[in-house]
C-alpha cells in the first residue's frame, strides 16, 4: 500500500503526557512510530472534520481547533470555551457546520458553529440532561458519553449512561438547535456508552459499559412510528470474565463484515461477525489485549492490524487480525504513551 497515513492520539497530560501525539503509520507493516506531540492540557477526545482539513480536540478550556498541514503536522487555529465542564466527546454534522461536544461531568450537550475558516465559532446551543440513574457515584446522575448523528443526520442520538437513556433530539442544520423527537431506553444499570450505525445505516449498535453488552436496533428512517426497533442483545465478555469488566469501545472492520469491542479491566477485545442482511452479531473470540483498560481501538486501513489504546496502561498494543479464524497476534513491542485516549487516521 504506497498510501501515507498518520495517526492522532489524544492523551491525558495529568501525568507525563505533553498534548496531542503524531504517529506515522506503517501500513504494510503494521506498525506506528511517534513523530512529535503538540502541546495541549487534556486533549482526552480528538476528532477529525469530514474534509479533513482540521482536526479538533477537547481540551481544559473547552474545544480546540488545528489545521492539518499537507505532511500531517497540525497548525492551531483557535481554542473556544463551552461553558462548562471538560467534555470527553465530540461529534460534528456531515457539513462540517457545527460541532457538538458530550458532557461526561456536567451532563451537558453543547452545539457550537464552525467558521468557514475552521475555527471553533459561537455556543449555539446548550442542553442539561436531568433524571436520576440507581448507581451511587456511578450512573446516580446525568453524565453524556457519546452523541451520534443518524445516517440522514435528521436526528442526534445522545448516550447518557448517567441515567440509562439514549436521548433522541431533530438537528437544525441551519440553527444547530436541538428538539426532543423520543427516548431509548436501555436496560436498567446497563449505561449505554456509545452508539454506532452499521455502513449502510440500516442498524444502531449500542455499547452498554456496565453490563458488558451490546444492543443492536434497526433503524428506519421511514417509519410512521418509533425509527429505533430492538433486536439483539449480545455480551462482549466471556462467561468467565472479571468481575469489574467495562465494555469500552466498538468499531467495524473496513469491509463491514466483523466489528470489535474492547472490555476494560478484563482487558480483552471481541471479535464479532456481522450479518449484514439481519444486522445480527455472532462472537468469534475474546482475547488479551496485552494492556492494561483498552479504552479505545482502532484498525489500520488494510484491515489487517488493530490498535489498542491502554489508558491506565500507558501503551498502545498492535496486533495482526485474522478475521475468519477470530484471531489475534501481538504484533511488535508494545509503544508507551502516557494515558492515550482515543486516535484518528488520516490519509495523507
Do not use: W
Amino acid at each position: 500500500m504506497s498510501d501515507k497515513y498518520v495517526a492522532y492520539v489524544g492523551s491525558y497530560t495529568h501525568e507525563d503526557g505533553k498534548g496531542i501525539h503524531i504517529f506515522d503509520m506503517d501500513v504494510e507493516k503494521g506498525r506506528i512510530k511517534e513523530r512529535k506531540e503538540i502541546k495541549l492540557g487534556n486533549p482526552s477526545y480528538i476528532t477529525l472534520s469530514h474534509s479533513g482539513l482540521y482536526l479538533y480536540s477537547i481540551c481544559d478550556n473547552g474545544v480546540a481547533s488545528y489545521r492539518i498541514l499537507e505532511d500531517g503536522d497540525l497548525e492551531p487555529i483557535n481554542v473556544h470555551t463551552i461553558r462548562g465542564m471538560r467534555g470527553c466527546h465530540i461529534t460534528i454534522n456531515k457539513q462540517d457546520t457545527f460541532l457538538i461536544v458530550s458532557g461526561y461531568y456536567d451532563g451537558k450537550i453543547t452545539v457550537l458553529r464552525i467558521n468557514e475558516d475552521g475555527s471553533v465559532g459561537d455556543i449555539v446551543e446548550e442542553l442539561f440532561h436531568k433524571g436520576i440513574g440507581s448507581v451511587a457515584e456511578r450512573n446516580f446522575r446525568p453524565h453524556i458519553s457519546c452523541a451520534e448523528f443518524t445516517p440522514d443526520e435528521e436526528l442526534l442520538c445522545v448516550c447518557d449512561l448517567g441515567i440509562d437513556q439514549i436521548k433522541v433530539y431533530e438537528f437544525n442544520h441551519q440553527t444547530g438547535k436541538l428538539k426532543l423527537y423520543e427516548i431509548i431506553r436501555t436496560q436498567l444499570d446497563s449505561a449505554p456508552r456509545q452508539i454506532t450505525f452499521s455502513p449502510d445505516g440500516r442498524f444502531a449498535y449500542v455499547v452498554c459499559e456496565l453490563k458488558n453488552y451490546i444492543n443492536v436496533y434497526s433503524y428506519n428512517p421511514n417509519s410512521e412510528n418509533e425509527r429505533f426497533e430492538f433486536i439483539q442483545n449480545i455480551f462482549t465478555v466471556r462467561k468467565d470474565h472479571k468481575s469489574n469488566s467495562a465494555a469500552s469501545h466498538f468499531i467495524f472492520s473496513c469491509d463491514g463484515n466483523n466489528c470489535l469491542c474492547s472490555n476494560a479491566g478484563d482487558n480483552t477485545v471481541t471479535t464479532y461477525s456481522v450479518d449484514k442482511e439481519t444486522g445480527f452479531l455472532c462472537t468469534l473470540s475474546s482475547l488479551p489485549i496485552s494492556g492494561d483498560y483498552p479504552k479505545f481501538i482502532n484498525i489500520f486501513p488494510d484491515n489487517k492490524h488493530i490498535l489498542s489504546m491502554n489508558n491506565e496502561g500507558d501503551t498502545i498494543t498492535i496486533f495482526t487480525i485474522h478475521f475468519d479464524k477470530g484471531l489475534i497476534v501481538m504484533n511488535g513491542p508494545e509503544i508507551k504513551i502516557a494515558k492515550p485516549n482515543n486516535m484518528v487516521i488520516k490519509k495523507l
